[in-house]
């Protein structure tokens, strides 16, 4: 008898917005999606369609917040968590240089809104993560039970690439804050064999694979999958950058057995975000 279809958890999305989506930053992106024109207004339906094709039952849907302010607010993903709270999870985004209010932020967002976890990118701060900066949320997230998000690796958006570097950034964090789980999203290329190393060294650090499809994963994530690190890799597409249908069909070409496919695409998800 067949295994039942597993159900699936996407770890990183975003509901855009044309403010967003157009952005100067964001040129390589909307090249890459062949991308010309900028819709008014960009409707919940739009990301739940892709949810809904794809057969994904829960996706965490998260904030951005950058140098500028928000670039996707909280209050927003809060009202669409709130409007689709069988589909949808948040995950916070806060200001950086502001230490205590983004603390503050934080707590709220986790015990009001019922947010999952925090997420901070380091390339659009221009700050690595090992900056004293981000040590007071480290703090936070461990108190509050949530995970600390982030992208490793290359940019695609047109900023500078080396804070995603994961070695000696987020070794570093991993060093000093073992209680702290990390969801490190991008796989880390060109860095991929750093980022599977801290992954197989610290027992609280992941890797999600937003941003690539499985045809592009390298040889070391795929070895991680198949063997004794598959509790370590949890799904993500980084929609709307790339659809995660497309994602999902390549999956059977990686040959993985029935408990790595339910372990990266719910089950790590589910343990890692509490949900």
Request: aromatic residues 10%.
């Amino acid at each position: 008898m067949n295994e039942p279809q597993p159900q699936i958890i996407d770890a990183w999305i975003q509901h855009p917005t044309p403010e967003f989506l157009g952005r100067d930053m964001f040129a390589s992106l909307r090249r890459w999606l062949g991308i010309t024109e900028l819709p008014d207004s960009i409707p919940p339906e739009f990301t739940l369609m892709a949810l809904d094709a794809a057969g994904i039952q829960r996706a965490l849907v998260s904030a951005w917040w950058g140098p500028d302010g928000p670039l996707l607010s909280n209050d927003d993903v809060a009202a669409l968590v709130a409007a689709h709270p069988d589909r949808l999870t948040g995950i916070a985004s806060v200001d950086l240089r502001r230490p205590m209010q983004a603390v503050a932020e934080l707590r709220r967002r986790v015990t009001e809104d019922g947010f999952r976890g925090l997420r901070l990118l380091p390339w659009l701060w221009e700050l690595a993560p090992d900056d004293r900066l981000y040590y007071p949320l480290y703090a936070a997230c461990v108190e509050l039970g949530v995970p600390f998000c982030l992208q490793v690796g290359h940019t695609g958006p047109l900023m500078p690439s080396e804070f995603g570097r994961p070695i000696p950034h987020l070794e570093r964090v991993a060093l000093d804050f073992p209680e702290l789980t990390i969801v490190a999203g991008h796989i880390g290329a060109p860095w991929t064999a750093e980022m599977v190393f801290l992954a197989r060294k610290f027992d609280n650090v992941y890797i999600d694979t937003s941003a690539y499809r499985p045809s592009r994963y390298p040889a070391e994530l795929v070895d991680l999958l198949r063997s004794g690190g598959r509790r370590k890799v949890l799904f993500g597409s980084n929609w709307p950058m790339i659809n995660p249908s497309s994602c999902l069909s390549q999956l059977p070409a990686l040959g993985l057995d029935d408990e790595a496919t339910r372990m990266f695409l719910h089950d790590n998800a589910a343990r890692v975000f509490g949900i």
